[in-house]
T-cell receptor, first 114, second 112 residues
Framework: GNSVTQMEGPVTLSEEAFLTINCTYTATGYPSLFWYVQYPGEGLQLLLK?????DKGSNKGFEATYRKETTSFHLEKGSVQVSDSAVYFCALSDRGNQGGKLIFGQGTELSVKP | DAEITQSPRHKITETGRQVTLACHQTWNHNNMFWYRQDLGHGLRLIHYSYGVQDTNKGEVSDGYSVSRSNTEDLPLTLESAASSQTSVYFCASSDYRDHGYTFGSGTRLTVV
């Protein structure tokens, strides 16, 4: 079945460091891929998405490229801020599913220190 | 502005009681979903609906039920609450598979 695997956290970085959170997936067909962010005590918010191979999603300085050949969708940011501290979830939506049912990874906690 | 709201935000209940968590959205989305979030498990799908009168089981549906009588609401019922159902519950809605979800703020449920 379809699945998403993320690197385990927590990830601790200093402010202005480079961030990479790895995400790989297993899916039949050509899924859409998403990154969500969850700040403490809140629900999840859509951060960025990509709907086909080689697409790059970007938002708030974060980027991720849909790599079909490596079945990956790694999240990157060039310079993190303390305000980026949150839990990040990678997810896929099977294109065979008209309703957009999402399968989530385990989440990766990011802590950014001043 | 359109929104998705969950109530209550926090709930403590006793083992064996029936509990209903509310989810209401004003996005006019056809698709609605319930997930539970537990440490080490990420988000796991409980039930979902693709429209009025449509409901489907997710990967952890035992002990839970939903009904969809209108577009706006998808209440989640725990038939007989168990301590294993202590969790944070999130409702979400979507209109199209490539648009992703809009999430509610969650309900923290404690079963004692």
């Amino acid at each position: 079945g379809n699945s998403v695997t993320q690197m385990e956290g927590p990830v601790t970085l200093s402010e202005e460091a480079f961030l990479t959170i790895n995400c790989t997936y297993t899916a039949t067909g050509y899924p859409s891929l998403f990154w969500y962010v969850q700040y403490p005590g809140e629900g999840l918010q859509l951060l960025l998405k990509a709907t086909k191979a080689d697409d790059k999603g970007s938002n708030k300085g974060f980027e991720a490229t849909y790599r079909k050949e490596t079945t990956s969708f790694h999240l990157e940011k060039g310079s993190v801020q303390v305000s980026d501290s949150a839990v990040y979830f990678c997810a896929l939506s099977d294109r065979g599913n008209q309703g957009g049912k999402l399968i989530f990874g385990q989440g990766t906690e990011l802590s950014v220190k001043p | 502005d359109a929104e998705i709201t969950q109530s209550p935000r926090h709930k403590i209940t006793e083992t064996g009681r029936q509990v209903t968590l509310a989810c209401h959205q004003t996005w006019n989305h056809n698709n609605m979903f319930w997930y539970r979030q537990d440490l080490g498990h990420g988000l796991r799908l409980i039930h979902y609906s693709y429209g009025v009168q449509d409901t489907n089981k997710g990967e952890v549906s035992d002990g839970y039920s939903v009904s969809r009588s209108n577009t706006e609401d998808l209440p989640l019922t725990l038939e007989s609450a168990a301590s294993s159902q202590t969790s944070v519950y999130f409702c979400a809605s979507s209109d199209y598979r490539d648009h992703g979800y809009t999430f509610g703020s969650g309900t923290r449920l404690t079963v004692v």
